[in-house]
């Protein structure tokens, strides 16, 4: 609410300045800014679970589908981006935003760890974990779950890495370029939705994070 009040106040200033002066870049600024630290309190609302969500019975395949269209436009010409969904894709219940956020900060993870180009592939299939049969992440609770997976062709990860790859504002990337919250978010999300995420990598042969 707080940052609500600074975006109108600088969005109502903006129009009264003239255009190009030196108080319209100072507020352009100041809005850049706000929507940065709004993005970054939505984050941290996602990890410690507070933030509202708005579940709902979604088809998946639709949701990566609109998203790789999109991050083909945006991640270069050296990275590929590939789908394969299962056609009978089981639907789930939701938050189609976080659901979007969760695979947005995987691709986008991934890209950066393919600085010299790459491919990142997208699959989903429907997987029954059974207590005497396929079993998911850790703790994760018998039933039916949709299992989406994004793989890169990246630098890959070593086992310290891996380990604390969920922490919050833990990174690899230089001071910058992350909050060190993408990653904690997705774990958060995921948690929320009742669901649960595996990885699997190794350094110079790229990165699998396996969503359930």
């Not at 800014?33 to 993005?39: I, L, V």
């Not at 507070?50 to 639709?62: D, I, K, P, T, Y």
């Not at 990337?173 to 919250?181: D, F, I, M, N, V």
């Amino acid at each position: 609410n707080l940052l609500l009040v600074i975006l109108i106040s600088c969005d109502l200033a903006s129009k009264l300045v003239p255009e190009g002066s030196r108080l319209q870049a100072l507020l352009d600024e100041t809005l850049n800014a706000t929507h940065r630290a709004t993005a970054l309190t939505r984050q941290l609302l996602t990890f410690s679970r507070q933030q509202v969500v708005q579940m709902r019975v979604l088809e998946v395949n639709g949701l990566i589908e609109e998203m790789a269209t999109m991050a083909r436009r945006l991640i270069g010409e050296d990275v590929t981006v590939r789908t394969a969904l299962a056609r009978d894709a089981w639907p789930v219940e939701a938050d189609p935003d976080q659901i979007t956020q969760v695979l947005m900060n995987l691709v986008v993870n991934a890209r950066d760890a393919m600085p010299d180009g790459g491919a990142i592939a997208i699959e989903t299939e429907n997987v029954a974990v059974r207590p005497d049969g396929p079993r998911g992440p850790d703790g994760l609770a018998p039933g039916d779950y949709l299992v989406c997976a994004v793989s890169d062709t990246g630098c890959g990860m070593d086992d310290d890495t891996r380990a604390r790859l969920f922490e919050p504002f833990f990174t690899t990337k230089p001071p910058g370029k992350g909050t060190g919250l993408g990653l904690s978010t997705v774990y958060g999300i995921v948690q929320q939705s009742g669901g649960g995420i595996a990885v699997e990598s190794e350094v110079g042969r790229g990165s699998t994070f396996t969503i359930y």
